[in-house]
């Protein structure tokens, strides 16, 4: 039997590392073999410390967003973020292909909302029939702010204590 998101719309919000991104990846693991496009964010670490972020296509594509490294006039903290990489790996992703079921991603925040073909992208997914999973930022005004207040979206936090549990919550 397939499985299949519970909410059409769903969001996953959370403090920084308390673990958004593996329940997107378990959750992702559990609805094979359904259509899915999209992507999730892995830490870059060296020498103990995050260093940086890679987008992972779930068409095996992988681009660096952010680094510590990273020239750009985009800045979220210590990070430069390569907002120009990150249209060029959207276009690749090809997120609203009407063979897609479901649409992956992790995550709607400060760094990925620097593009504006992301703020388009986004309005556009949000107003398609296609089923959403996705991570988003837990503080944030306009657009983040925006999407939480949609009555069409079904959010979620994810804690320290709940962390283990949500996936029932998120499949059926």
């Given amino acids: 039997m397939l499985m299949r ?3 059409a719309k769903t969001l996953i919000t959370g403090k920084p590392g308390v673990g958004k991104t593996t329940l997107i990846r378990k959750i992702i693991n ?9 992507f999730y964010t892995r830490e870059i670490r060296s020498k103990g410390h995050r260093s940086g972020f890679e987008l992972q296509g779930l068409n095996g594509d992988r681009r660096i967003l952010a680094h510590v490294d990273l020239q750009s006039l985009h800045r979220v903290g210590k990070y430069g ?59 944030g005004k306009g657009l983040i702010e925006q999407i939480k207040q949609r009555p069409d979206v079904h959010l979620l936090e994810v804690t320290g204590n ?3 549990n949500l996936e029932t919550a998120i499949l059926e």
Avoid: W, Y
């Fill in 162 to 164: 709940n962390r283990e």
């Fill in 5 to 7: 998101l519970r909410h």
């Fill in 81 to 139: 973020v390569d907002t120009a990489g990150f249209d060029k790996f959207l276009l690749k992703l090809d997120l609203l292909n009407p063979e897609t079921v479901i649409i992956v991603i992790d995550e709607i925040g400060k760094m990925e909302l620097f593009s504006n073909r992301f703020h388009t992208l986004i309005r556009n997914i949000l107003s398609t029939n296609k089923m959403l999973l996705a991570t988003i930022a837990l503080h």
């Fill in 30 to 38: 559990q609805l094979q073999p359904v259509p899915m496009a999209g």
